[in-house]
């Protein structure tokens, strides 16, 4: 399961070069001549992971992705995200299996973990509160004159 943050940092003439993103990949300290900066629109950075977190996952499924689970990569914005951290701050803090069951149930399938309200679900709760957290803070310290980020959804069973 992995979330993604996508930036833009396409380069245009018409912008003056305090504006304008330096991009730079290197290999073993080399530059890569294969990758030509001016062509580059966008850094993908893995923000975040989990691993068998199925109430997680079925979080993304039922809210981002229409219900539809088909390892598709589908986009979301910050909002989204902190609906995500505000129901999981709530299940952390009551640690009641009603409560959780009623407000991010957990779910069955193929490699998705136990479906137990035990210390791995409130866990992968409290990883998904620091994620995003971390994603927001980012978001409200991006320089001036930055696009907002992309991000972005997947999981491979």
Not at 62 to 82: P, V, W
Not at 88 to 101: G, I, Q, T
Not at 117 to 135: A, F, H, Q, R
């Amino acid at each position: 399961m992995y979330l993604s943050k996508k930036t833009y940092v396409k380069q245009w003439n018409h912008q003056e070069d305090e504006k304008k993103h330096k991009v730079t990949v290197k290999l073993g300290g080399k530059v890569r001549k294969d990758i030509k900066p001016e062509r580059v629109s966008y850094i993908i950075e893995e923000v975040g992971y989990w691993r068998k977190a199925n109430h997680i996952h079925k979080w993304f499924v039922e809210n981002i992705q229409g219900g539809e689970d088909n390892c598709q990569e589908s986009y979301l914005e910050i909002e989204q995200l902190k609906e995500l951290r505000d129901i999981c701050k709530a299940v952390v803090e009551k640690r009641d299996v009603v409560f959780s069951s009623e407000n991010l149930p957990t779910s069955s399938g193929f490699f998705f973990g136990s479906t137990e309200y035990d210390e791995y679900y409130y866990s992968d709760c409290e990883d998904t509160i620091k994620i995003i957290d971390g994603l927001i803070k980012e978001e409200e310290n991006k320089p001036d004159g930055c696009y907002s980020s992309g991000y972005y959804y997947r999981a491979s069973w």
